[in-house]
């Protein structure tokens, strides 16, 4: 696989994870998510899961197996993280390496072409899950009020590369920014 491919998003999610339906996994054909944690699900200065986070889980329960598999190695910040979902987890995945997500694979008992990697990084998230040949969905960085404006260098530094080389940043689908859940588009 070209490295092109290898950087491209199935999905380009505009917003949080929280603007992923059960319509859009549906739409999909998706059984399960694997999700990356720090800034796709809390802020990197966050040891705690939103009301809001907690109600879209509980919102995705139902349609998906969901499981956490982040790079950080802080078995007090991602299990507190963990646990205040209900989750499974992985920690110290060091993406884009591809053990830790296939063992979440293994134990969710999906085809890897069943599961979507979702997450707000090109490089680990997206290029793991596209080695796999999983369905990837990036989206924003949820950012820390404390930090930068809405500023994300190293996401702008990879949305850069992969344009340089070949990757579009037009999704393989299409851009979503959220789905009508009353008409279903």
């Known amino acids: ?9 199935n999905l380009i999610l505009e917003g949080s994870v929280l603007n992923l339906t059960s319509d859009m996994i549906q739409q ?23 009301p809001e986070l907690q109600q879209w889980v509980e919102q995705m329960r139902p349609f998906v197996k969901l499981w956490l598999v982040s790079n950080n190695l802080s078995e007090t910040r991602i299990g507190g993280i963990a ?7 992985f920690l110290g995945a060091a993406k884009p390496s591809r053990r830790k997500i296939r063992e979440a694979l293994k134990a969710m008992d999906l085809p890897v072409h069943q599961v979507g ?11 793991a899950g596209n080695r796999l040949g999983m369905f990837t969905i990036l989206v924003d960085p949820i950012i820390h009020p404390d930090v930068a404006l809405r500023s994300h260098p190293i996401r ?30």
């Open 117 to 127: 990697m979702v997450g707000d990084r090109l490089f680990t998230d997206v290029l």
């Open 28 to 50: 999909y054909g998706l059984e399960g998510l694997v999700l990356d944690v720090d800034e796709t699900l809390v802020p990197i200065r966050v040891a705690s899961a939103s």
């Open 156 to 185: 702008n530094f990879e949305v850069w590369v992969s344009e340089r080389l070949g990757a579009s940043m037009t999704p393989k689908t299409k851009r979503v920014t959220k789905v009508d859940k009353s008409s279903g588009k």
């Open 83 to 89: 646990r205040s979902l209900n989750l499974p987890y």
């Open 1 to 9: 696989m070209q490295w092109n491919n290898l950087l491209e998003p």
